[in-house]
């Protein structure tokens, strides 16, 4: 095809070099190494214009040089605006950390797109985490500058949390993620692995080192996944750790994935090839958590535990300690201790079972299970709740008590209807559902 639209067009011939940099080149048009791209106009434009610097140079041939140099032109004709987003964060107008390490933030890689041009740059996401009940906050969304993907990626990452480190008790989290200094709608679920990475060292209070970048998307089971513009986001990372001088110790963590899609810059691979910069593909999100820490991530034994010392053990600890932390605030405000040794799993199933109970109207004589009601109810005593000025346990049945016969009736009438209307009320107590605290439940659905 080369050699056809050469004579078509009246070319110089390429020579062997030239041919392998317009293939390599092809690849990078379709962000695929396996593939080679047949859009006539894009080749036509590469092969005139290489075949323009030959001839500035009076060679009789194209070489690669010639090749890299069409590249190269081609790509500074357009990036107007990505030298003025890389002179911000070199000014540290847009804030962009490369070295360091800090807790609950992160540098994400987004792709822009300007017409036929398309440019990386990296953005810092951060994430905040506290005792709450339950809810995540997508800033983005909140301010309408989310897209559905996106919404879609930060509602994984509320799944992932709640089947690794809460399988037996509610979530006691509040938190909220936002990418700094984004103006514009933000699209897509590529930051979502980093999202993830920030929302678990905000919990934990470990920080991330900020020489990486990173890119990948998270499913709820942990893996890592695919990504578009993998090239443009490695080389817009580059760009600013080179600006700013290369340590030798940053990179970009990718997916592995996206390994066989990598078609990258010369002076990129230059770089990797000199240990200057370094790329690592992940398939998990614990290898991403080892990377960016430097801790181990710990794996969960037999019983869902994780080593304390390891990355998961902190989180799983601080999560349980901010549960137990909300349950005892919750009853001291209601006046009350909480159960010894009350499984917080069934008090969520009660709760629930009141709930259906509420929806249908059905259940007389429980108790109303709205926030200003529920701190008039008896205290609990090991599951079951003492009435007030009795030693009889709330479901219990209650000892009968004869009332006086009526003119004519016998006593032992009188004594039969007394059992029977304390029984009734034994069963309407029994109905009562066990209060639990409403931000645990709210968590809990």
């Known amino acids: 095809m080369i050699c056809a639209l050469c004579h078509e067009e009246k070319l110089l011939p390429f020579a062997r070099g030239g041919i392998e940099r317009v293939i390599e080149q092809s690849s990078r048009y379709v962000d695929d190494s396996t593939r080679l791209s ?21 060679q009789d ?13 081609a790509r500074h004709r357009n990036s107007q605006y990505a030298e003025l987003m890389l002179r911000q964060m070199e000014r540290g107008t847009l804030m ?16 822009i797109q300007m017409g036929d041009h398309r440019f990386g740059r990296p ?14 906050i997508d800033i983005e969304r909140e301010t309408k500058l989310g897209g559905a993907i996106h919404s879609k990626g930060v509602l994984i ?14 979530l006691s989290l509040n938190a909220s993620l936002v990418f700094e200094q984004s103006y514009g709608a933000v699209e897509g679920d ?15 209070g470990v920080p991330l080192k900020q020489q990486f970048a990173v890119t990948g998307s998270v499913n709820q089971h942990g893996r890592i996944q695919a990504i578009g513009g993998v090239n443009e986001k490695i080389e817009g990372f580059f760009e600013l750790c080179s600006s700013r001088g290369l340590s030798g110790d940053q990179g970009v963590i990718i997916p592995a994935a996206n390994v066989e899609h990598l078609t990258l810059h010369s002076e990129v691979v230059e770089a990797c090839r000199d240990g200057h910069f370094h790329i690592y593909a992940v398939a998990e999100i614990d290898e991403m958590l080892a990377l960016l820490t430097g801790q181990d991530a710990g ?5 869902g535990l994780y080593p304390p010392r390891t990355l998961n053990g902190r989180v799983q600890r601080q999560l349980q300690d901010w549960y137990e932390t909300a349950r005892k605030q919750h009853s001291q405000e209601n006046g009350r201790d909480p159960p010894p040794g009350a499984d917080p799993r069934s008090r969520c199933l009660r709760s629930r079972q009141a709930g259906a109970l509420r929806a249908t109207g059905s259940g007389a004589g429980h108790r109303s299970g709205s926030p200003a009601d529920r701190g008039s109810g008896p205290p ?32 032992a009438v009188a004594g039969a209807a007394a059992a029977a209307s304390a029984t009734g009320a034994a069963k309407r107590r029994a109905m009562a559902p066990a209060h639990l605290p409403w931000s645990l439940v709210r968590g809990a659905w």
């Open 38 to 58: 047949l859009h006539r106009g894009e080749i036509v434009d590469l092969l005139r214009e290489s075949n323009y610097w030959a001839r500035q140079r009076h």
């Open 61 to 73: 041939r194209i070489e690669a040089a010639d090749v890299a140099q069409a590249v190269a032109t």
């Open 96 to 111: 962009i950390d490369t070295e360091g390490a800090v807790p609950g933030q992160g540098n994400g890689l987004t792709v």
């Open 123 to 136: 953005a810092r996401i951060t994430a905040t985490a506290r005792i709450g009940s339950g809810r995540m």
């Open 157 to 170: 990452l509320s799944a992932f949390l709640g089947n690794r480190y809460a399988r037996n008790s509610p």
């Open 190 to 204: 590529s930051a979502s692995a980093l999202e993830l990475c920030t929302l678990l060292s905000a919990i934990a």
């Open 299 to 303: 794996e969960m034994d037999r019983d």
């Open 380 to 411: 609990y005593r090991g599951g079951s709740a003492i009435l007030p000025g009795s030693d009889t346990p709330h479901g219990a049945l209650a000892p009968a008590q004869s009332r006086p016969a009526r003119a004519g009736e016998p006593a």
